[in-house]
């Protein structure tokens, strides 16, 4: 064998620092990429928790100045008087109240949303009635907080909703 030839076979791979140094970078890369997914998905639970209470106030309210009766419960002879939602700090539920022509309330539960673990829900009250006009019986802020990072909307007394 010529020395020139076995010289170039020896060569031609990789050292054994060179694959534990390749190894390294790939887990410091992969530790990172962990970490910022990590934080990606909580930073989301909220976002889309935040979009999904803004989405059911404004339904709630769009629905009461429509005054859209459940033709499952309210009657034909009913009145809608609006639609509430009630704050939990787990969950909140959105229903919708009708008086009876002898003037008893009757309420039907229409939604009710499920917030992710971790994430709770906090409120200057406890439940809010959009009327048949858009008007708000209550007016105040509810807030939902991940792991320190709160995210508000407000309710004025107009039925306006305000997000941040």
Same mark, same amino acid.
């Given at each position: 064998?010529?020395?020139?030839?076995?010289? +170039?076979?020896?060569?031609?791979?990789?050292?054994?620092? %060179?694959?534990?140094?390749?190894i390294?970078?790939?887990?410091?890369?992969?530790?990172?990429?962990f970490?910022?997914?990590?934080? *990606?998905? +909580?930073?989301?639970?909220?976002?889309?928790?935040?979009?999904?209470?803004?989405?059911?106030?404004?339904?709630?309210?769009?629905?009461?100045?429509?005054?859209?009766? #459940?033709?499952?419960?309210?009657?034909?002879?009913?009145?809608?008087? $609006?639609?509430? =939602?009630?704050?939990?700090?787990?969950y909140?539920?959105?229903?919708?109240?009708?008086?009876?022509?002898q $003037?008893? %309330?009757t309420? &039907?539960?229409?939604?009710?949303?499920l917030?992710? #673990?971790? =994430?709770?829900? /906090?409120?200057?009250? #406890? !439940?809010?009635? *959009?009327? !048949?006009?858009?008007?708000? !019986?209550?007016?105040?802020?509810?807030? &939902?907080?991940?792991?320190?990072? #709160?995210?508000? =909307? /407000?309710?004025?007394? +107009? $039925?306006?909703?305000?997000?941040?």
């Amino acid at each position: 064998m010529n020395y020139k030839n076995y010289h +170039k076979k020896r060569n031609s791979g990789y050292t054994l620092i %060179e694959i534990m140094l390749a190894i390294a970078i790939l887990v410091a890369i992969s530790t990172i990429g962990f970490y910022s997914l990590d934080s *990606f998905n +909580k930073s989301r639970d909220i976002s889309d928790s935040y979009l999904y209470l803004v989405n059911t106030l404004s339904e709630a309210r769009s629905s009461a100045l429509a005054e859209i009766k #459940p033709v499952t419960h309210c009657a034909e002879a009913d009145t809608v008087v $609006g639609y509430r =939602v009630k704050i939990f700090p787990t969950y909140y539920v959105m229903d919708v109240v009708c008086f009876d022509n002898q $003037g008893r %309330e009757t309420s &039907l539960e229409r939604k009710r949303i499920l917030l992710p #673990p971790s =994430v709770t829900l /906090s409120s200057t009250f #406890p !439940t809010i009635l *959009f009327d !048949t006009n858009g008007e708000s !019986t209550n007016s105040g802020v509810i807030t &939902l907080t991940k792991n320190g990072i #709160p995210k508000s =909307v /407000s309710i004025n007394s +107009k $039925g306006a909703i305000i997000s941040e």
